[in-house]
């Protein structure tokens, strides 16, 4: 389908790459982000980034999963949500570059803290609603 120029959609990509995974083909996952999708990564969707850093991060292809988070960071793209910069943290640590991951950890150190809050706050809130209702 891909070869015929029908779908070229990041949707159908992030549908191949995630087929590559399943497959357990992460070298073909990656050689297909570099060649279609890696060379545009100030348009590239978080939930496809997100789910190229679970396989890099799954299949301990660490240096990948830094590249690109590099990458993003080159385009000033902040994660949103705190399971990408603990998969960054992690890889960062597992090559020994601690000093990268306490930056990493200290810069997007507002999804720890937020997530934390604002889940006591839903619960709190819920705990109301049981009461009143």
């Not at 279609?36 to 969707?45: C, F, Q, T």
């Not at 789910?51 to 292809?61: P, T």
């Not at 020994?96 to 006591?120: C, D, P």
Request: hydrophobic share 35%; proline share 3%.
């Amino acid at each position: 389908m891909l070869s015929k120029g029908q779908g070229n959609t990041k949707g159908t990509y992030g549908q191949l790459i995630r087929a590559l995974d399943m497959d357990q083909r992460p070298e073909e996952a990656h050689k297909f982000w570099d060649k279609k999708i890696g060379i545009d990564l100030h348009s590239v969707p978080w939930q496809l980034c997100k789910s190229m850093i679970g396989i890099s991060y799954r299949n301990n292809m660490l240096e990948s999963l830094v590249k690109l988070f590099e990458g993003l960071e080159a385009f000033d793209r902040k994660p949103p949500v705190k399971s990408i910069v603990q998969r960054v943290a992690d890889a960062y640590e597992m090559l020994g570059r601690i000093e990268e991951k306490e930056r990493v950890l200290q810069k997007y150190n507002h999804l720890f803290t937020e997530n934390a809050s604002l889940k006591k706050s839903r619960e709190a809130s819920a705990k109301k609603k049981k009461k009143l209702g």
